[in-house]
T-cell receptor
């Protein structure tokens, strides 16, 4: 039990669909992250939120839209995706401040058809 | 720019010792972390080095040399369950975001 949950665990969507990924952390952390993990590529940071404020957008296409309504929840809204967006999307959280350790959720395996 | 390099695959036998190296080129380096990820699982934190030297946690140790932009993860008394991918990651000054290496797949054989 990592304390970070993600739903759904698997998602198949067409290029014209709109869907959302959800992440929830039960650790009392104040920072939350979205990462993309593709085969044969390093884990790529997408977005960082700290105290509900977006502090980093790593040049992510606008078809990915994050939302952080509070420090415990993080969403990733998806629309008009491309097949190359198929990947494992991982959410993570960490305490605010100087601690480095990040706690990852199990991920959502996304397939875009 | 930023880059991290680590070997793509390492194979070792049960009970052995294996060292996974990581070299990095970054600006504003703050610290080096290691994460483990089993197939189908989430990355889990193993260690963090901000200062030069060796940090030991049970069978796992991590080393950092800031002057050489180099670190390694040392796994001792290997067990089958240690078969996984191991990622080094750097925490850059002024950011809370990790930049990850491409991972080293460790296969432990009987």
């Amino acid at each position: 039990e990592t304390g970070v949950t993600q739903t759904p665990r698997h998602l198949v969507m067409g290029m014209t669909n709109k869907k959302s990924l959800k992440c929830e952390q039960h650790l009392g952390h104040n920072a939350m992250y979205w990462y993309k993990q593709s085969a044969k590529k390093p884990l790529e940071l997408m977005f960082v939120y700290n105290f509900k404020e977006q502090t980093e957008n790593n040049s992510v296409p606008s078809r990915f839209s994050p939302e952080c309504p509070n420090s415990s929840h993080l969403f990733l809204h998806l629309h008009t995706l491309q097949p190359e967006d198929s990947a494992l999307y991982l959410c993570a959280s960490s305490p605010s401040g100087s601690r480095d350790e990040q706690y990852f959720g199990p991920g959502t395996r996304l397939t875009v058809t | 720019g930023q880059s991290l390099e680590q070997p793509s695959e390492v194979t070792a036998v049960e009970g052995a010792i294996v060292q996974i190296n990581c070299t990095y080129q970054t600006s504003g380096f703050y610290g080096l972390s290691w994460y483990q990820q089993h197939d189908g699982g989430a990355p889990t934190f193993l260690s963090y080095n901000a200062l030069d030297g060796l940090e030991e946690t049970g069978r796992f140790s991590s080393f950092l040399s800031r002057s050489d932009s180099y670190g390694y993860l040392l796994l001792q008394e290997l067990q089958m369950k240690d078969s996984a991918s191991y990622f080094c990651a750097v925490l850059l000054g002024g950011r809370r975001a990790l930049t990850f290496g491409s991972g080293t797949r460790l296969q432990v054989q009987p």
